[in-house]
């Protein structure tokens, strides 16, 4: 069975997963523990067990980072949080507004390290796209974080942190009954998630929760890039929307574009999809398809994909290839999408074109990457 942690080893030639940062001072973020950890910490603390329920409450209901606001808890206990722990937010090193609505934030973590993330409005809704990982261990060709060179995976308290950021910008503790900014989260930003399972699993618990940020498991996508293994695992285990970054109907192809593909490729990803549980009309799995000019863009192609997902419960989202600095593909011509996206959609398939958001700040599916690469020893050092 292959370890969520650690991705299969052909396909990690970089081994620089870093240990998870530590704070400046020395406190424990209280952010990305789990119900039982905040419980265990009151348990040694000899406090009642519905501390935790409280805590839990201001951290993930409120909103609130100060414990001089909680209010319900004795001034003693307040000072004895204080001096150990702390309810932090991910430092933003930038946030940059796109003209169309996006914003993008650059967000440095206490080991220097950085990641991006990006909300997307719509008119009654908006999505936050979440990395899982600082860059990305796989090297998919079309793709800008696949070309970064540094990775580690991002702790829950780092994946958690990104949409209290959000809520925060936005003055969402609790918030507006309606017309909300933050009530999607799609986990397509940097990275793989599956790769990085354990600690996007915890994170998610702790957004999904009921009594905290609420947001619920259909509002929530999980993208991969096809670790088959895992697929199954995460559908039960926390039964999100899930979509599959395709891209190509042909191993030899996909091999090409998503190197994984080699490791597990098109037959035993779409096994792994057809275990999903829960699947139906109202739960579809989305395939993702970035459109790639005189590469995967033909009517033959489309074809190929409909025969392959035929009999499942999905949807396909075509991506208009979005471009980046040195990216070697251009974006399919508007008669080839209409062409694909009508044979899809002949074939009984929802098959929207997802219009790019944010690219004139970068922020658009595909082109987040940052700076963060390992300090060098310089040779005077070495
Ligand atoms: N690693 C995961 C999730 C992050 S990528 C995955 O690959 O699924 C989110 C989506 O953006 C994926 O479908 C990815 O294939 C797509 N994407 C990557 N680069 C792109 C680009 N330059 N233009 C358009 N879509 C891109
Ligand atoms: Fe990684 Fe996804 Fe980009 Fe591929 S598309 S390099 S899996 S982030």
């Given at each position: 069975m292959l370890d969520p942690q650690i991705s299969p080893p052909s396909l990690a030639p970089f081994k620089e997963a870093l240990p998870?940062?530590?704070?400046?001072?020395?406190?424990?973020?209280?952010?990305?523990?789990?119900?039982?950890?905040?419980?265990?910490?009151?348990?040694?603390?000899?406090?009642?067990?519905?501390?935790?329920?409280?805590?839990?409450?201001?951290?993930?209901?409120?909103?609130?980072?100060?414990?001089?606001?909680?209010?319900?808890?004795?001034?003693?206990?307040?000072?004895?949080l204080e001096e150990g722990y702390a309810v932090r937010r991910p430092h933003v090193s930038r946030l940059q507004d796109s003209i169309d609505g996006t914003k993008k934030w650059l967000l440095r973590m206490p080991d220097g390290q950085e990641i991006e993330t990006v909300h997307i409005p719509e008119d009654?809704?908006?999505?936050?796209c979440v990395s899982s990982q600082v860059g990305c261990t796989l090297t998919c060709k079309f793709c800008h974080t696949g070309t970064q060179r540094l990775v580690r995976n991002l702790t829950p308290e780092e994946i958690v942190g990104q949409v209290m950021l959000c809520k925060d910008t936005f003055d969402e503790w609790p918030g507006p009954e309606t017309n909300r900014k933050l009530t999607n989260i799609v986990m397509m930003g940097m990275g793989e998630p599956l790769f990085n399972y354990e600690n996007v699993a915890k994170a998610l618990r702790i957004i999904?929760?009921?009594?905290?940020?609420?947001?619920?498991?259909?509002?929530?996508?999980?993208?991969?890039?096809?670790?088959?293994?895992?697929?199954?695992?995460?559908?039960?285990?926390?039964?999100?929307?899930?979509?599959?970054?395709?891209?190509a109907v042909r191993d030899d192809l996909r091999d090409v574009l998503v190197p994984l593909n080699k490791k597990y490729p098109i037959a035993e990803l779409l096994a792994a999809c057809r275990k999903y549980p829960t699947l139906s009309n109202a739960r579809r799995i989305t395939f993702e398809y970035v459109m790639l000019k005189g590469v995967n863009d033909s009517e033959a192609d489309a074809r190929e994909l409909v025969r392959l997902i035929a009999g499942l419960p999905a949807k396909v989202?075509?991506?208009?290839?979005?471009?980046?600095?040195?990216?070697?593909?251009?974006?399919?011509?508007?008669?080839?999408?209409?062409?694909?996206?009508?044979?899809?959609?002949?074939?009984?398939?929802?098959?929207?074109?997802?219009?790019?958001?944010?690219?004139?700040?970068?922020?658009?599916?595909?082109?987040?990457?940052?700076?963060?690469?390992?300090?060098?020893?310089?040779?005077?050092t070495e």
């Open positions: 998870a940062p530590s704070h400046a001072d020395g406190r424990t973020n209280l952010v990305g523990m789990s119900r039982e950890e905040l419980g265990d910490l009151f348990k040694t603390m000899g406090e009642p067990a519905f501390r935790a329920k409280q805590l839990w409450g201001w951290i993930y209901g409120k909103g609130a980072r100060d414990f001089a606001d909680m209010t319900d808890m004795s001034k003693k206990l307040r000072a004895k009654d809704r908006g999505a936050l999904m929760d009921a009594e905290g940020i609420a947001i619920s498991k259909r509002r929530i996508t999980l993208s991969t890039s096809g670790v088959a293994p895992l697929i199954p695992r995460a559908g039960e285990e926390l039964g999100v929307m899930l979509a599959i970054s395709l891209h989202n075509l991506i208009p290839f979005n471009p980046w600095p040195g990216s070697p593909y251009e974006t399919s011509t508007q008669g080839a999408i209409d062409r694909f996206s009508r044979i899809v959609m002949d074939a009984g398939f929802s098959s929207p074109v997802r219009t790019p958001r944010g690219r004139d700040i970068l922020a658009a599916c595909g082109q987040l990457k940052t700076e963060s690469r390992r300090e060098r020893p310089s040779r005077a």
